[in-house]
């Protein structure tokens, strides 16, 4: 409560000219309150007036009245001094760096809270009373606190500008529209601001609408890419999933294939092993045999010789000889020779990306079908878009479209608005004779003809139709021959570095087929030669 108070007795015994406790009181007639100083110096700028205003309610006075200092009010302000009342304003109040200050306020200048279109004068709170208070100041127009009030000056007049010429698009005073704006086309600023504020108010719509188109088209790539994230994510666990199989079945396999062998082995070893054996017995057998023949050959009994001679010169029959065993050898160069030949098939199989195989039936293609619309920035002024910007229709009476940088100038093409990878199939239905095309985004717009015409550079492969067809790319054509069709399918694998075009029908006929390698995202096109009337449209596919 005290603080209230002591803020009401501020207000009472402060200068409303520099908002500081009076110094040397005066009372001028109308019965505001100002420091002498303050008075003296307001009123010195008014000498060449005729008349002389009180700051705060205007009322004027003629001659200067004599400012007498109010004693009673001194000493009632030296009084209030003594009890603490500070006066001055808190810093924040103060104008500072890139504020309004008040055009009122003496000495260090308040911030001002409005600015007045009619007097051309900014005010703090204080000195903006009189506009709340006084009926003088009933018509003024306030707004917030502007530093450029003085633009609304007339620099030749010094008058205030509240005529617009439409003529000159600029704004006038009333001076200007009877001299070198004469005869313009004027209206007032208000009566100007009522049209630019619709103007403004449907540009915001414009505005407001792209927004929430493009805050859509982002959710709607957000949802592709979580799409695209959840996939890739489910093939790389699938893949996974397949590769571990895939090496358990190797491992396992090689395991077998160890054990084959190894088995293989210990059967041919033991086999050499028993007739290893049963030679050793031979040989010793014989060395005994030898043994005692040589011994009777030493023998000068004739008798006893001839009677041992019989039984000792039989011999066992011999073991077969050993043969090396090429079966089994064989066998060991064949399970290397099949273990190499299935390490090649899977290297070439895990040397690449696996890649899938091509459609062949248009349900297969359909898989891959992909909506399409067409871009209105790179559209040419003849071509008329529709159906939701899938369609167009040639018509050189066409109003022509704004200026923009991915718009072609000199030849009737459009290109879609999205860029297309992987694999992507779409059907165009047209009326002969037209062009179907794909190129990269950077294909020129205007200058050189084979810079950016779809099929003269290396930017842009194309197919001509007509009363046959034609492919061209980098300014080289091949004539081609096909059934003759009303739609034309595409077919782009873009890694894989494949574009294909096919003549729709009750089947689906390839006309021609390129494999080549793309460097940069591919935007569908077409091409409409006229005459008017003609038209080309991107089909809605299921």
Same mark, same amino acid.
């Given at each position: 409560?005290?603080?209230?108070?002591?803020?009401?007795?501020?207000?009472?015994?402060?200068?409303?000219?520099?908002?500081?406790?009076?110094?040397?009181?005066?009372?001028?007639?109308?019965?505001?309150?100002?420091?002498?100083? @303050?008075?003296?110096?307001?009123?010195?700028?008014?000498?060449?007036?005729?008349?002389?205003?009180?700051?705060?309610?205007?009322?004027?006075?003629?001659?200067? +009245?004599?400012?007498?200092?109010?004693?009673?009010?001194?000493?009632?302000?030296?009084?209030?001094?003594?009890?603490?009342?500070?006066?001055?304003?808190?810093?924040?109040?103060?104008?500072?760096?890139?504020?309004?200050?008040?055009?009122?306020?003496?000495?260090?200048?308040?911030?001002?809270?409005?600015?007045?279109?009619? @007097?051309?004068?900014?005010?703090?709170?204080?000195?903006?009373?009189?506009?709340?208070?006084?009926?003088?100041?009933?018509?003024?127009?306030?707004?917030?606190?502007?530093?450029?009030?003085?633009?609304?000056?007339?620099?030749?007049?010094?008058?205030?500008?509240?005529?617009?010429?439409?003529?000159?698009?600029?704004?006038?005073?009333?001076?200007?529209?009877?001299?070198?704006?004469?005869?313009?086309?004027?209206?007032?600023?208000?009566?100007?601001?009522?049209?630019?504020?619709?103007?403004?108010?449907?540009?915001?719509?414009?505005?407001?609408?792209?927004?929430?188109?493009?805050?859509?088209?982002?959710?709607?790539?957000?949802?592709?890419?979580?799409?695209?994230?959840?996939?890739?994510?489910?093939?790389?666990?699938?893949?996974?999933?397949?590769?571990?199989?895939?090496?358990?079945?190797?491992?396992?396999?090689?395991?077998?294939?160890?054990?084959?062998?190894?088995?293989?082995?210990?059967?041919?070893?033991?086999?050499?092993?028993?007739?290893?054996?049963?030679? !050793?017995?031979?040989?010793?057998?014989?060395?005994?045999?030898?043994?005692?023949?040589?011994?009777?050959?030493?023998?000068? !009994?004739?008798?006893?010789?001839?009677?041992?001679? +019989?039984?000792?010169?039989?011999?066992?029959?011999?073991?077969?000889?050993?043969?090396?065993?090429?079966?089994?050898?064989?066998?060991?160069?064949?399970?290397?020779?099949?273990?190499?030949?299935?390490?090649?098939?899977?290297?070439?199989?895990?040397?690449?990306?696996?890649?899938?195989?091509?459609?062949?039936?248009?349900?297969?293609?359909?898989?891959?079908?992909?909506?399409?619309?067409?871009?209105?920035?790179?559209?040419?002024?003849?071509?008329?878009?529709?159906?939701?910007?899938?369609?167009?229709?040639?018509?050189?009476?066409?109003?022509?479209? +704004?200026?923009?940088?991915?718009?072609?100038?000199?030849?009737?093409?459009?290109?879609?608005?999205?860029?297309?990878?992987?694999? @992507?199939?779409?059907?165009?239905?047209?009326?002969?004779?037209?062009?179907?095309?794909?190129?990269?985004?950077?294909?020129?717009?205007?200058?050189?003809?084979?810079?950016?015409?779809?099929?003269?550079?290396?930017?842009?492969?194309?197919?001509?139709?007509?009363?046959?067809?034609?492919?061209?790319?980098?300014?080289?054509?091949?004539?081609?021959?096909?059934?003759?069709?009303?739609?034309?399918?595409?077919?782009?694998?873009?890694?894989?570095?494949?574009?294909?075009?096919?003549?729709?029908?009750?089947?689906?006929?390839?006309?021609?087929?390129?494999?080549?390698?793309?460097?940069?995202?591919?935007?569908?096109?077409?091409?409409?030669?006229?005459?008017?009337?003609?038209?080309?449209?991107?089909?809605?596919?299921?």
């Amino acid at each position: 409560m005290a603080q209230q108070r002591n803020q009401t007795d501020e207000g009472k015994f402060c200068c409303s000219i520099c908002l500081d406790l009076l110094k040397d009181p005066v009372t001028i007639p109308c019965g505001h309150n100002y420091c002498m100083g @303050c008075l003296k110096a307001h009123w010195d700028e008014e000498d060449q007036k005729v008349n002389y205003s009180c700051p705060q309610c205007r009322q004027t006075f003629y001659p200067r +009245p004599v400012l007498l200092k109010n004693t009673m009010l001194a000493e009632l302000v030296e009084e209030l001094k003594k009890t603490g009342l500070q006066a001055a304003p808190a810093d924040h109040c103060y104008a500072g760096p890139g504020d309004v200050a008040c055009d009122f306020c003496t000495g260090r200048k308040l911030k001002a809270s409005k600015s007045c279109l009619q @007097c051309l004068a900014s005010y703090c709170k204080q000195h903006l009373q009189p506009h709340y208070e006084s009926s003088a100041f009933k018509k003024h127009k306030l707004v917030e606190a502007s530093v450029k009030l003085q633009e609304n000056i007339c620099s030749r007049h010094d008058e205030v500008m509240k005529i617009f010429c439409r003529t000159d698009q600029q704004c006038i005073c009333f001076l200007c529209s009877m001299d070198e704006h004469k005869g313009h086309d004027t209206v007032s600023a208000a009566a100007e601001r009522t049209e630019k504020q619709k103007e403004l108010d449907e540009s915001r719509q414009r505005i407001q609408q792209r927004v929430q188109d493009r805050e859509k088209d982002v959710k709607e790539l957000q949802r592709e890419m979580e799409t695209i994230n959840r996939s890739a994510d489910k093939a790389v666990e699938d893949s996974e999933e397949i590769f571990t199989e895939l090496m358990r079945l190797v491992e396992k396999r090689r395991s077998d294939v160890k054990q084959q062998i190894r088995t293989q082995q210990t059967t041919e070893v033991s086999q050499i092993k028993d007739l290893q054996e049963k030679l !050793d017995q031979e040989i010793t057998e014989l060395k005994r045999k030898d043994a005692e023949l040589d011994q009777l050959s030493r023998t000068e !009994d004739h008798t006893q010789f001839l009677h041992s001679y +019989p039984s000792l010169s039989e011999l066992t029959e011999p073991t077969d000889s050993p043969r090396p065993n090429i079966s089994c050898l064989q066998y060991f160069k064949d399970v290397v020779a099949a273990v190499t030949a299935a390490r090649d098939k899977m290297h070439a199989i895990l040397s690449e990306t696996p890649s899938l195989a091509e459609p062949t039936t248009r349900a297969e293609f359909l898989h891959y079908s992909r909506q399409i619309t067409l871009d209105p920035n790179t559209a040419h002024t003849y071509l008329v878009l529709s159906e939701e910007n899938r369609k167009i229709t040639y018509n050189d009476k066409n109003k022509p479209y +704004p200026e923009h940088p991915d718009r072609f100038i000199n030849i009737s093409q459009v290109l879609s608005k999205d860029g297309l990878t992987g694999r @992507c199939y779409w059907e165009v239905e047209i009326s002969r004779p037209a062009a179907v095309a794909v190129a990269y985004k950077s294909i020129s717009r205007l200058g050189d003809f084979n810079a950016h015409v779809f099929g003269y550079n290396k930017k842009s492969w194309a197919l001509y139709i007509s009363d046959s067809y034609t492919f061209s790319h980098n300014n080289h054509s091949l004539g081609i021959s096909g059934p003759k069709s009303s739609r034309i399918g595409v077919y782009l694998d873009h890694r894989a570095g494949i574009l294909s075009f096919y003549s729709v029908s009750e089947t689906m006929t390839l006309l021609h087929r390129v494999q080549t390698t793309f460097t940069e995202p591919l935007y569908a096109g077409l091409w409409l030669f006229g005459p008017n009337g003609d038209t080309a449209e991107l089909c809605k596919l299921k």
